[in-house]
């Protein structure tokens, strides 16, 4: 670990990992797969939480959703039997681009949420499939995936953990794909997107989409799934709905691409996640 950590707690309850978060000293943090604390090893942290202790590394079905645990670590959602198929395997590709496969037998589900990040595969695939996270502090309280990123500080305090993600079993007639744009093939991508559509008799019956590289973390983009919502996704509605997703963001610049660039490309992997999905389920 790092010089200023002073304590290690590993509890075995949710109960008691909360109590000690919730000391106001020494600074307490919670510790999950740890491929981003110990990486950046914060010298104000002095004593960390192991969640691994907890029993919250599952995925279970139950009824119509599916329960994921915070600490199934990534490469489960890769090779678990309930998740490598789900929506055509969208979880599964999702969690096996976010992190290289040596740390994906570390990092965690909730843990990968927690961090955040603008292009995060995990979050938008979670986005499109609809995802409501379960949160303990003082309550506990279910949050939409989409509302948990727009303010992340409001739903995760120093004091609380997600514990869960529940997601609704999609029905069968239904495609799901992502799709990047990217310096390199193994590089972190510049715009991201993932497409989660419904089609009977050629028409579009309901999407969801999710844009990452625009803003902090990835976004849900609701007026253009309504664009979508009763047509056929032919090419010039998917013009039309590129020209309207670059009109509706404000993208950041940096040295790896201008506001203007990352603008376009939002347009472009947006188009082919959708034509990807349809094509799933022609």
């Known amino acids: 670990m790092w010089s200023s950590l002073a304590e290690y707690h590993r509890p075995t309850t ?30 104000a942290v002095e004593a960390v939480v192991d969640l691994g202790g907890l029993d919250l590394a599952f995925v279970e079905p139950r009824g119509h959703h599916l329960r ?29 681009h976010n992190v290289p496969r040596a740390l994906r037998n570390v990092a965690t589900l909730g843990g990968t949420l927690a961090a955040g990040g603008p292009t995060c595969e995990l979050a938008l695939a979670l986005l499109v499939l609809d995802a409501r996270l379960v949160i303990r502090a003082r309550t506990r309280r279910t949050v939409s995936l989409e509302a948990f990123l727009s303010n992340r500080a409001e739903y995760l305090s120093p004091a609380s953990i997600i514990v869960e993600i529940r997601l609704p079993m999609p029905p069968t007639d239904v495609g799901a794909a992502l799709a990047k744009v990217s310096l390199t093939p193994r590089d972190r991508p510049i715009a991201n997107a993932a497409a989660f559509v419904s089609r009977r008799n050629g028409i579009c ?21 309504a664009m979508l919502s009763g047509s056929a996704l032919e090419d010039d509605l998917l013009t039309r709905m590129a020209q309207a997703t670059a009109t509706a963001i404000n993208p950041p610049a940096d040295s790896r ?4 660039y990352r603008r376009e490309m939002a347009g472009v992997v947006t188009v082919r996640a959708l034509r990807e999905a349809w094509q799933q389920v022609r």
Not at 25 to 31: A, E, N, Y
Not at 69 to 91: D, F, I, S, W, Y
Not at 205 to 225: N, T
Not at 257 to 260: F, G, R, V
């Open 257 to 260: 691409a201008s506001a203007d």
């Open 68 to 96: 994921l645990g915070a600490m199934t670590n990534l490469q489960a959602l890769v090779t678990g039997p309930k998740t490598r198929t789900l929506a055509h395997g969208l979880l599964a590709e999702a969690a096996c």
């Open 205 to 225: 019956h309901g999407a969801r989409l999710a844009l990452g590289g625009v803003a902090p973390d990835p976004i849900r983009l609701p007026a253009i799934e």
């Open 14 to 43: 949710v109960r008691e990992a909360l109590r000690l978060l919730a000391r106001p000293s020494p600074r307490t943090v919670p510790l999950a797969g740890g491929t981003r604390l110990v990486a950046e090893r914060d010298p």
